[in-house]
């Protein structure tokens, strides 16, 4: 797909181009034609791309687990039970390990969280050029295919996860414990103004490095792939280099997104037992 191209920063631009969908400068909707288009539309517009990938990635996840919750037995599981009960384990171990406090919500909410953004990460695992050149095919310009790769769904997941944490906060310590922990501590209570500014930073800075950490992540791990995808369009030697380097850089890869969804999870984790402890 790179030699239909002028230019590698042509091909590049394309694969980094999300479909977006918003209002024109003339006043009338529809999809942009390039980057500085879609910036041009302005806070309401939409990436159908990484909407349509990130729920349709979530669909299948409660597809496939709602399935084997229905055919779960009390014999020895196997198959997709066996590998679903695996999953709960792993997430209820680290739940057990960083959560010291009771919430129903936090275990099925960090199983929500670890699968749904491994399944984000793995459409990195998808040859770069199959399925945008399949929608080029189909008349659709532009197509990308890993939704954590757009920062407005890993700054959607993180301020959901943000406003989780001011809910409880405010629930368990009331609005003037969490008002005096972030006024009172760490320095004396005459140094209030330093102590809200620091702790404020501090709390600010939480959904921003939760969503900055897999943005960043998913999308350096992508550009690597459009850059090893060039290669193929010089000669075969360079394409048989290219295809070792695409195959080592996948296996590195899983652990990758894999690493990356635990870090997400195992935050979240630990942000609301923060939210959920007693102000001293």
Not at 78 to 105: C, P, T, Y
């Amino acid at each position: 797909m790179a030699t239909e191209y002028a230019s590698s920063g042509e091909y590049i631009k394309h694969h980094l181009q999300n479909l977006t969908y918003g209002q024109h400068a003339d006043g009338t909707w529809g999809f942009a034609h390039g980057a500085a288009e879609a910036k041009a539309m302005g806070f309401w517009a939409i990436n159908v791309d990484s909407m349509l990938f990130s729920i349709g990635l979530g669909a299948l996840f409660l597809f496939f687990f709602r399935m084997a919750a229905k055919k779960a037995s009390v014999g020895v599981p196997a198959g997709l039970q066996n590998f679903v009960e695996w999953i709960i384990e792993f997430i209820d171990h680290s739940v057990r390990g960083s959560f010291s406090h009771k919430n129903a919500m936090v275990a099925p909410l960090a199983l929500t969280v670890f699968v749904w953004v491994f399944l984000m990460n793995a459409m990195d695992l998808i040859p770069v050029d199959w399925l945008p050149y399949a929608a080029t095919m189909a008349g659709v310009p532009y197509l990308k295919v890993v939704p954590s790769t757009d920062p407005n769904i890993t700054f959607g997941m993180s301020l959901s996860i943000f406003f989780l944490v001011l809910y409880y906060s405010i629930k368990m310590k009331g609005a003037g414990g969490f008002f005096s922990e972030l006024a009172f501590q760490p320095f004396p209570k005459f140094l209030f103004p330093v102590n809200l500014l620091l702790e404020g930073v501090g709390l600010i800075a939480k959904p921003i490095s939760l969503a900055l950490r897999l943005f960043g992540n998913m999308y350096a791990g992508e550009m690597i792939f459009i850059l090893i995808a060039l290669m193929f369009g010089g000669s075969w030697m360079l394409a048989l280099f290219g295809g070792v380097l695409q195959w080592g850089w996948a296996v590195f890869h899983i652990l990758i997104i894999t690493l990356q969804a635990f870090i997400f999870m195992t935050l979240t984790i630990v942000y609301l037992d923060m939210a959920h402890a007693e102000h001293h």
